[in-house]
């Protein structure tokens, strides 16, 4: 028999400096440069700190521990540099709220943990940052009662760390991360708690649960008669995903954790996307370029072509148009939709807006990509399952509303702002969805990580067959509704709220956050733009193209296009939604407009392409899901519908349709 996989010691001593992270910035640059301070609850700590501040994106480049040299060098205000936490000796990093929001990265507490930090301690913790702790052995806690005994040297028991945790969470600290606690399992070392919940009402993201839960890992069963809330195990991904920002350090941890000649467990169920710096080079500062990062950026993505090509595993890869143009195939979240998964199904991706295809009534979910990594060799991934709160959709939204302006008014209410729904389900139902087509319910899903939730979900019907069928033909009817699942009228959740369509207006979510969000009429003033952005997952879908066109069609008609000083994109989803608006006429209509078109990929929603602001200057407005410091580029970023994003580049400051077109 193997050697007994090794925990962690009883005991955590944590004898270096804690670090302050504080809105104060001389305070913060005291601490750095040698203070040590006292825990005093009137310190200003950051709230909402996102992993776009702890790594930005030109960070994640890298994935060795050269991330510890620039740990949180994109956090707002740009005291901390690079090599300074590193050479701060902390082990103890503290802040605020939301600590971990925005994405998937594990980028991000991997540059803390190589940074030299053992523990974060943060008023509340984002669902996937905090999963991905985890999985890496950097400790995370809410008890701020801690910092007093760790001032005092006093060693803390590990059991503290796992207060709240399920049962499989609980063991992965106690093992020091995910690749530990994994091979004890399948050495038998260690046995997951058997699931023992009796068949009760379920709502939607329970049932998908249940019915793709590891019941037997020898045989391989799946299904139980139910799951509850806090219920911890194991359930068979249907559909494995990752992509150029992250499929790299997945196969280093792959093959250092199982060897080179390790195999993907089907690989025909897992795919790889060239999506995310397809433009990277178009937009790289040339100082960043000096550096060699362009350099490191491709090598992600020659690295994961390789992975892909050596594992047998399906790649969407960077294509050549015949005009010499790039571009990617599709945006991973746009083809899953169109081409990957079915209702019923869990999906998981290496990207927090893997919860897009919740509008397929799947169970979809971000992870980091230790998890991905653990999830190629056993095809399962860990759950624990999530409390849901249900949004019942009523009314008929305004001509000049859009599935854009009602999540930003959902994430608007004070139960989100307040971080209530961080780890939860949302459930979207309600007649009101009748209103929705596809892609406009694909864009409440899709932004329901923005919320801090786990996922979205939408009960599937004909719409989704409709939908299915159109992009796929031949796919047939029976297969679409063999994973039809639905609520059970007396299910559970966490909160219910009645959302009325007919009372929702135009709304913008004002930079920094994107529950920042009010209507665009009370605005303080005019708000001039620099630039107009239309594109990523969220604003890149086809009826997206339908929406920008509703604004750009007449204002062409009427002699109108962007204004000067001002540039306009549109980016497409994926090359279908590209030939979507070739077909519809809609190309010639955008370039009459003055609007610059561009290839399939994440680009400016990630600081990676062509719509990226240069200076702090310049304001945006975009389309895209997230507005959080950094996240695309230097400038302010107002998130609108693509009819506002439209109407504003026209007006040269952000406007509505009816502000700019002539009725």
């Not at 599935?403 to 930003?408: E, G, T, V």
Request: glycine share 10%; proline share 5%.
């Amino acid at each position: 028999m193997a050697d007994p996989i090794s925990r962690r010691a009883d005991r955590v001593s944590l004898p270096g400096r804690v670090l302050f992270l504080t809105d104060d910035a001389n305070l913060l640059r005291e601490q750095l440069d040698g203070t040590d301070l006292d825990w005093d609850a009137s310190i200003p700590l950051v709230d909402n700190i996102s992993t776009d501040e702890l790594t930005p994106g030109w960070v994640c480049f890298y994935y060795d521990e050269t991330l510890g040299h620039y740990s949180l060098v994109g956090l707002r205000g740009g005291t901390i540099k690079p090599g300074d936490i590193r050479a701060g000796g902390f082990s103890v990093i503290v802040s605020g709220e939301s600590k971990g929001c925005g994405s998937s990265r594990e980028t991000a507490p991997y540059s803390e943990l190589w940074a030299g930090a053992q523990l974060v301690i943060a008023r509340s913790v984002e669902k996937i940052y905090g999963q991905n702790c985890q999985n890496i052995g950097l400790l995370t806690s809410a008890d701020f009662g801690l910092l007093d005994r760790i001032k005092a040297g006093e060693s803390i028991p590990l059991d503290e760390f796992t207060v709240g945790l399920d049962p499989i969470s609980a063991e992965i600290v106690r093992f020091g991360g995910l690749f530990n606690y994994n091979k004890a399992r399948l050495s038998g070392q260690v046995t997951p708690p058997e699931l023992k919940t009796a068949a009760r009402p379920m709502n939607l993201a329970e049932k998908v649960l249940a019915s793709r839960a590891v019941a037997d890992a020898k045989t391989g069963r799946l299904g139980v008669p139910g799951v509850k809330p806090g219920d911890a195990f194991f359930t068979r991904a249907d559909i494995r995903f990752s992509h150029d920002y992250t499929t790299a350090m997945g196969a280093a941890l792959f093959t250092q954790a199982l060897g080179e000649d390790a195999q993907i467990t089907d690989p025909e169920s897992v795919y790889a996307f060239r999506d995310h710096l397809t433009f990277l080079g178009d937009v790289m500062p040339p100082e960043r370029k000096a550096l060699g990062l362009l350099e490191h950026a491709d090598g992600l993505a020659t690295t994961q072509r390789e992975f892909a090509h050596a594992k047998g595993i399906r790649l969407y890869d960077e294509i050549q148009n015949a005009d010499g143009t790039k571009g990617s195939e599709a945006i991973c979240h746009n083809a899953v939709l169109e081409d990957l998964a079915l209702p019923g199904q869990v999906v998981v991706g290496t990207d927090s807006h893997t919860c897009t295809a919740g509008v397929l009534g799947c169970f979809a979910f971000g992870v980091g990509t230790t998890d991905m990594a653990n999830a190629w060799y056993a095809k399962d991934v860990r759950v624990r399952v999530p409390e849901s709160v249900r949004f019942e959709l009523t009314g008929k939204p305004r001509a000049d509303v859009t599935a854009k302006d009602i999540i930003l008014f959902i994430m608007a209410q004070p139960y989100i702002r307040a971080s209530k729904a961080i780890g939860q389900v949302l459930e979207f139902g309600g007649s009101g969805l009748a209103h929705l087509n596809f892609d406009e319910r694909a864009t409440l899903t899709n932004m329901a990580v923005e919320a801090g939730a786990t996922t979205g979900i939408i009960e599937p019907d004909e719409v989704v067959v409709e939908y299915l069928q159109r992009v796929r033909p031949g796919l047939e009817r029976a297969t679409i509704e063999a994973g039809f699942l639905q609520a059970d009228p007396d299910a559970e959740y966490a909160a219910r709220f009645d959302i009325d369509l007919s009372a929702i207006v135009p709304m913008v979510a004002t930079p920094g956050d994107p529950r920042n969000g009010v209507p665009l009429t009370e605005l303080d003033g005019d708000v001039a733009i620099d630039i107009a952005y239309g594109g990523s997952c969220t604003g890149g879908k086809m009826t997206d193209m339908d929406l920008y066109a509703k604004v750009l069609t007449p204002a062409v008609a009427q002699g109108k296009r962007v204004a000067d000083g001002v540039q306009a994109y549109i980016q497409f989803g994926s090359q279908k939604i590209k030939e979507y608006a070739r077909s519809k006429g809609y190309i010639e209509t955008f370039e009459a407009a003055g609007v610059q078109l561009i290839d399939p990929s994440c680009g400016a929603c990630i600081n990676a392409g062509p719509g990226v602001s240069s200076s702090a200057e310049n304001v945006t407005v975009s389309a895209i899901n997230r507005n959080f410091p950094g996240r695309s580029g230097p400038g302010d970023v107002y998130l609108a519908s693509p009819l506002v994003v439209m109407a504003s580049a026209i007006a040269g400051k952000i406007a509505r349709p009816e502000d700019v077109l002539d009725r």
